[in-house]
């Protein structure tokens, strides 16, 4: 049996012969870490995971301003516009009718019809359709026409329409009675806003002797009256 005396040598020659290794090895190999004696000859760790972005700063303090720039060149002088805002246009119209007028005057008014327009920059639009006969035995001229609160019209030129008989002769019968159905159609500028009267009358030709005037026999007479923009 071994002696305690001689097992605790051989423990003591086992644990030095790795120790004289290691130093060997640290003498050959290993540079020293200029930092060791710092931080002791422990090797340095792997990285660690890298940290959250920090906050956003505060705003800085803001500058100071600028030096102002110089003047412009001087621009073109501009165009002076007027603009003008109007309501879009709505339609304004109106139509009086008669049955069988059979009014057989040479002169004066046949009918009227009145009428509101709205404005003063507009033209008025006339139209009278109805039966118009004249005879005679000698020339005549009969001539039918359109008047504005008692006036014709002026803008341009009056709105009429005539029928003109000639002399008759011992071959031919100038005393037929023929009724035709014809219209007196116009435009007329000028005419003031508010209440119109518009007016169709019978009348003689400038020059000739009136014959025997009809208007309106046997059927339908009208006025239509409308208001155009110009």
Partial sequence: MMSPFVA???LLVCLALPLYGVEKVRNRGYRKDPDADKFGSCMQGPAGTPGRDGNPGANGIPGTPG???R?????EKGECISEIFEEPWKPNYKQCAWNSLNYGIDLGKVADCTFTKLR????LRVLFSGSLRLKCKNACCQRWYFTFNGAECTGPLPIESIIYLDQGSPELNSTINIHRTSSVEGLCEGVKAGLVDVAV??????????GDASTGWNSVSRIIIEELPK
């Fill in 120 to 123: 003063s920059d507009s033209a």
């Fill in 71 to 75: 003047d412009g060149l001087k621009g």
């Fill in 201 to 210: 009358w019978v009348g003689t030709c400038a020059d000739y002797p009136r």
């Fill in 8 to 10: 605790r040598l051989l």
């Fill in 67 to 69: 030096i102002p720039g």
